[in-house]
């Protein structure tokens, strides 16, 4: 019953189910006349056991199917009865039951399968990403990620080729030792039993193969003359004649030996010729491991499946490792480029954090003083640049008001002599110093026009544009806070007419004003509503007092220490100038929601 001596290219292939079935964890009984007289297996059966196999309803065909347990495990049981003349046999097959061969090959046949998927998905999603793929294999990151990879893959591919070439080696080595043992054993054997013997040569050689356990061939000249597998010479599946470099090495030259790595059927076959006397005649001993079972620590197969399987978990191990450095090492630098961004696009209240240590800290720090100190310096220009154009400007007032007020002074003096002169002519000079009169008035109306005109706030650049977009684009300027921040929207463009730039300042003034309320989570909503879109904000941050909630949108009104009071009053100045709305729908300890209406562009 023993399956595990015949090679492989004697075994029927197997499929379906049987190609996970393992023939090693077969139990085989075979009973004669009720008797249990051997088995094959790593147990055997008690008495109640056996007669339960024994006593089973066996149908027509002589044949039953048995659950039962053996050794306390559930096992399946094939039973065939076969009658004959002279007694009757019963052989049973038990295989425990839902246990199949599931191996080392058969986890990474899966594994690679299921990788070879994966990656097809992702090379299908990438296909119709293009733009995204090519931005994403662009980044600092995903470069740092590769470069961990090569610097760390590299050296760990060497060591596996190095590993599993020794391994051969030493395998190989230990082969050639095996065969040689066995192949001297059967020399000394040969060379005992030819002296004290009357045997023929071939009686003697099989009664070695069968007393040492061991499948040789004996070759005279090149013809074989022995082998205990003559049934598969006969059918032509063995050959009949030695092996040419054999024959050329032992017979031809003075070689004695010749180990060597002969293919035969697909399969590589380690064998051992050796060259020996006997009877003063020359013969040739081959022994191979094609039927002889020699066992190695480890074989070519189950190293590559073990360099396989190691070489993958180490793999995914250095892209987790690689990507989780990568993150670490460019986080900072995505900071900086969001915040540089956030600082384009005109909020000075950016701040990075970064806890590392190094160039970078030393970076992340010089980057903060600088937004700092712009901020203080834009402050201080735009003092310096007010009060220089005030001062200008009333010069320019002033001596313009002279202008008028001199002619004017000059026609009411001379009005006034004429009426005191009690002058003919005090109704024409009337007419003309009313009419001079009324002319510088109109001058220094056009003079406070101008002056009010200057006063006035930078005039907006109004467009049509998606403001779903621009909500968008201030979002993304938040990425590596640590707040969620999530923007539900109508799921169709918003379009409206307004000052683009103006609207993103906004946002980013309401997200920027939540996270220093200490908020977890920023909610902005957007839904269409007749001819407004109604813009919702709310946060979870410790909210606004009520008594304060009034004049939040006062010029110059601030709770932070370092706040201008600017933002939210410029908000609205800016909101209200394109007949939009903006007010604050709630506010407490729960956080705070501000609602935010603009027309929808016609």
Request: aromatic residues 12%; contains cysteine.
């Amino acid at each position: 019953f023993n399956f595990s001596y015949l090679p492989s290219f004697l075994v029927a292939p197997k499929a379906g189910i049987s190609s996970s079935l393992d023939f090693e964890k077969l139990k085989i009984f075979d009973f004669h006349d009720g008797e249990f007289v051997r088995y094959y297996g790593d147990v055997s059966l008690s008495n109640e056991e056996q007669k339960e196999i024994l006593n089973a309803d066996y149908g027509k065909n002589d044949e039953a199917w048995i659950k039962m347990d053996i050794n306390g495990e559930e096992n399946l049981v094939y039973a065939l009865k076969i009658i004959t003349p002279l007694k009757q046999k019963v052989l049973a097959v038990a295989l425990e039951s839902k246990t199949y061969s599931w191996n080392l090959s058969n986890f990474f046949k899966i594994f690679f399968v299921h990788t070879l998927i994966v990656l097809l998905f992702i090379f299908v999603y990438f296909m119709f990403r293009f733009k995204s793929l090519f931005e994403y294999l662009s980044t600092y990151r995903t470069r740092l990620i590769v470069a961990f990879l090569i610097i760390s893959v590299i050296p760990l591919f060497s060591i596996a080729i190095y590993f599993r070439d020794l391994t051969e080696e030493k395998n190989s080595d230990l082969m050639e030792k095996r065969l040689d043992e066995m192949t001297r054993q059967v020399e000394a054997y040969l060379n005992i039993y030819a002296n004290e013997s009357t045997l023929n040569l071939n009686s003697i050689c099989e009664k070695a193969a069968n007393d040492l356990g061991i499948n040789f061939s004996v070759y005279y000249e090149e013809k074989l003359i022995f082998s205990p597998e003559q049934n598969y010479v006969d059918a032509g599946l063995l050959p009949t004649t030695l092996n040419a470099a054999a024959f050329k090495d032992c017979f031809l030259s003075k070689s004695q030996k010749l180990f060597s790595v002969e293919t035969f059927e697909g399969q590589n076959i380690n064998s051992d010729y050796s060259k020996f006397q006997l009877a003063g005649q020359s013969y040739i001993i081959n022994v191979n491991d094609l039927f002889n079972k020699i066992s190695i620590p480890i074989s070519d197969i189950e190293l590559d499946f073990f360099l396989f399987g190691i070489f993958s978990l180490a793999v995914i191990l250095l892209i987790m490792l690689s990507t989780f450095l990568a993150e670490q090492i460019s986080a900072p630098i995505r900071k900086l480029t969001l915040a540089t961004r956030a600082v384009g696009t005109g909020d000075f209240s950016v701040e990075v954090e970064n806890k590392t240590r190094g160039e970078i800290r030393e970076l992340v720090d010089g980057f903060n003083q600088m937004v700092k100190r712009i901020k203080q310096s834009q402050a201080d220009i735009a003092r310096l640049e007010r009060e220089t154009a005030w001062k200008e400007m009333a010069k320019q007032v002033a001596h313009e008001i002279k202008n008028p007020l001199t002619p004017m002074k000059l026609s009411i003096q001379q009005l006034i002599a004429a009426y005191k002169d009690k002058s003919p002519k005090l109704d024409a000079i009337f007419e003309k110093v009313t009419s001079t009169i009324i002319s510088q008035i109109e001058i220094l109306k056009n003079i406070a026009s101008e002056f009010s005109n200057f006063a006035r706030m930078p005039r907006i650049n109004i467009s049509k544009f998606d403001i779903i977009t621009a909500i968008q684009e201030s979002i993304n300027l938040f990425g590596n806070e640590k707040i969620s921040i999530r923007f539900t929207d109508p799921g169709k463009p918003v379009i409206i007419n307004a000052d683009e730039d103006q609207l993103k300042r906004t946002v980013i003034n309401m997200i920027r004003n939540s996270i220093q309320a200490n908020a977890a989570e920023i909610n902005i909503y957007l839904a269409l509503n007749e001819k407004f879109c109604e813009l919702k904000i709310s946060d979870d941050g410790a909210g606004i007092p009520r008594e304060l909630i009034e004049k939040v949108f006062d010029e110059n009104f601030t709770t932070k220490k370092s706040g201008m009071g600017l933002g939210l009053s410029m908000a609205k100045k800016y909101i209200e100038s394109i007949d939009g709305i903006i007010s604050i729908e709630e506010s407490g300890s729960g956080g705070t929601i501000f609602l935010i209406k603009i027309p929808t562009a016609e």
